[in-house]
């Protein structure tokens, strides 16, 4: 007899099915998925010898559209099928008081059903598209730290539900060193039901980058299946990430990312056609393809779709294939930056990062970190982006640190810890460089190496500065002579091949001084063409600016307090990159 398990708040009801056994029969070719499929999800069938339920073959059949919400136990419950939720005015207070617990509408998600139905958002191809019988099993790793109760099991449920069992080895929940009492026994008690779900706890808090190693490193799927605690799979979500796996095992696969309203709680789908990208300073957005490009390509909506970086929280990767990569650095702390770093170490040795469209899985988005961070939030993130840049970026890290990230070139200041683990590794994998992938993965990304160069042209003196044999004067512009090119930096320096432009002491004076990331003294402030070049330090410390003006007879150049009508005090690259 066919039955279907249905569990809430820790009480299992086995449900008779009347008219078909199961919804997963009527998808494809029965026989054949009746030979590859273990007939439900209930632990009684769990016991059952792998070989007599688990037939590998080499075909192909149509995504299995498995789920056992389909018909839903309650279909007037709140939030049923993905539908907002409504807050009864009595209830306004209570959502506000619980919208800390997890940064959403806390109270909602206690509410809705933990298998709550939602709607098929798949591109309509998607159920008809053709899958390996013999794809690989995955790990599913989902590690939190204090996650609402409600919104954790949801996530588990919508693995459970959704998810061809056989594919599906475990589900591993790994508890970042929770504070909340119902994350302990209740959890415990609660997941003993469910023979998959294996709980790992850390003894201390380790941060998102860490637990999600320490849940890799027990994981015995082929594929490691990272999700956020947070989420719900929707129908069909995990055959197709595993097909790519599975087609090549240096792709990455990711799921569409939709919305869960931290509001109403309700599933909203979101645009098609969507890739994840980064801006500088390293910031992850998302961008949608162009028309031209989506035509050019003859690109279906269910089309993978090709991501310089993804966004971090969702995605499949071969286990082994991920160890080889050299997993995440280790060094990076608590949250942020480790897409960063595992996106360009994919790219850049070798491997391939895509959104998959015809897997989908919402997450709930939320305003904040709904928990504390041991040391500051910003300074954590940057320290973690600033690990990433100085192993990845080459010499475009520049660019990193000249949108906003200055600070962390004093060193004493920031501590960004040891990183010759990371440098040996990317050369032991012969990664490629940077450039390599702006040019061939992100080429519409915007990363010219310097803000401005070419000649410097004065206003007042109408002459062009030069540098020669540890002198700075002016002479006639001549774009031939090399003496007169300086590049004006994203570290804001006055720059000619290693030497810079530098205020001697408190000024007026200048000196040349081998260029030196670290140092302030060497930073100039230059906003636009034909303005002032102001002394950097100043702008910072004091309230007296000082600018560079050249000498009324082109035979001098030094620092004087700034005065924007002064032509004396205005300067031009020949050509800008930026701003
Ligand atoms: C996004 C990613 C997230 C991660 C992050 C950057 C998605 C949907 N989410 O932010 O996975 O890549 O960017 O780092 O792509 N957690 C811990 N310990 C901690 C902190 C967090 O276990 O110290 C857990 C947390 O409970 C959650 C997961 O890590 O399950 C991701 O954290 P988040 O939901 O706060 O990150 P999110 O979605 O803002
Ligand atoms: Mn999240």
Known sequence: PTVKMDVLNGKERVVPIKDKPLNVLDEGNPDAIKKIFRPTENPKFQSAPADSTVVRNTGIHKVLALDLTRDPRDINAVGQFGQ???????????????????????????????????????????????????????????????????????????????????????IILVDDFSTKEYLKDNLDVYMSQLPKVRIVRLKERQGLIRARLAGAAIAKGDVLTFLD??????????????????????????????????????????????????????????????????????????????????????????????????????????????????????????????????????HIFRGENPYKFPKDRQKTVERNLARVAEVWLDEYKDLFYGHGYHHLLDRTATDIGNLTDQ?????????????????????????????????????????????????????????????????????????????CVAVQGKGPHLVLEPCDRSKPQLRWLHKASNSALVEHLIVEQAPRRQCLEAGALGDSIQLKDCDPTSAYQKWQFTHYHAE
């Open 84 to 170: 907002a939720a409504v807050v009864p005015s009595d209830k306004e207070q209570e959502v506000r008081n619980r919208w800390n617990e997890g940064h959403f509408n806390v109270y909602l998600s206690d509410q809705i059903p933990v298998d709550r139905a939602i709607p098929d958002t798949r591109p309509q191809t998607c159920s008809e598209s053709m899958v390996h019988d013999s794809l690989p099993t995955t790990s599913v790793i989902f590690c939190f730290v204090d996650e609402v109760w409600s919104t954790l099991l949801r996530s588990v449920h919508s693995v459970l539900n959704r998810s061809p069992p056989h594919l599906l080895k475990e």
């Open 229 to 362: 605690s947070h989420i719900e799979c929707n129908v069909g979500w995990l055959e197709p990430l595993l097909e790519r796996v599975y087609m090549d095992r240096r792709k990455v696969a990711c799921p569409v990312i939709e919305v869960i309203s931290d509001k109403d709680m309700s599933y909203v789908l979101v645009d098609n056609y969507q890739r994840g990208i980064f801006k500088w300073p390293l910031v992850f957005g998302w961008s949608t393809l162009s028309e031209d490009f989506i035509k050019k390509n003859h690109m279906k909506d269910s089309d993978p779709i090709r991501c310089p970086v993804m966004a971090g929280g969702l995605f499949s990767i071969d286990r082994k294939y991920f160890y080889e990569l050299g997993s995440y650095d280790p060094g990076l702390d608590v949250w942020g930056g480790e897409n960063m770093e595992i996106s360009f170490k994919i790219w850049m040795c070798g491997g391939e990062i895509e959104i998959i469209p015809c897997s989908r899985v919402g």
């Open 423 to 499: 440098i040996e590794l990317r050369k032991r994998l012969k990664c490629k460089s940077f450039k390599w992938y702006l040019d061939n993965v992100y080429p519409e990304m915007v990363a010219p190496l310097t803000k401005a160069e070419g000649l410097v042209f004065n206003r007042g003196v109408r002459k062009c500065l030069v540098l020669q044999n540890t002198f700075l004067y002016f002479e006639s512009c001549d774009l031939s002579q090399e003496s007169q090119h300086f590049n004006y930096t994203w570290l804001k320096h006055v720059r000619q091949k290693d030497v």
